[in-house]
């Protein structure tokens, strides 16, 4: 998943096993079990579920991060290798998206088999006066829903 925060995958993903090892009978200390349950109680099923995903497929394409989960003489190598992996991620991020822009026109348009927006997007502008919320097309597409009707009363505002 491009879009988790790695450090916190592995944080959730341990203490969701930590958890189910204590269900199933082994000790935790209380203070264990009140930090566990602060942290977990912050993240719903869908997020749980998207974080299990992510986090086994890193144990599975990466075993030697594995390997490090647990050591106190392996932290600050877990650590950092955790950041060489999210600066990873977030420059693929970064790529893909840039990538994106000089056809953000057509996968913008409603219909583009008819025509693209308009005025159309130039990745070779300078200005960005007329991007994002000031463009008449875009604007509405990037305003949340749930303030859409307000938006259209009037978009200059």
Known sequence: DMFCDLKQVIQVCLL???DEMAEDGDSME???KVGHKNILNNIDDHTRARYRRTFEYIMEH???LGSLIGKKKKREELTHLI?????MVNHTHSEDASRLKSRMGSYAAPNPDK????PPIRDDSKSRSKMGFNHPQLGPLLCPAKFLVEYNKDPAE
């Open 30 to 32: 209380e203070q264990a």
């Open 62 to 64: 990466a075993p030697y």
């Open 115 to 118: 025509d693209l927006v308009s």
């Open 83 to 87: 950041g060489e992996m999210q600066n």
């Open 16 to 18: 969701l096993e930590q």
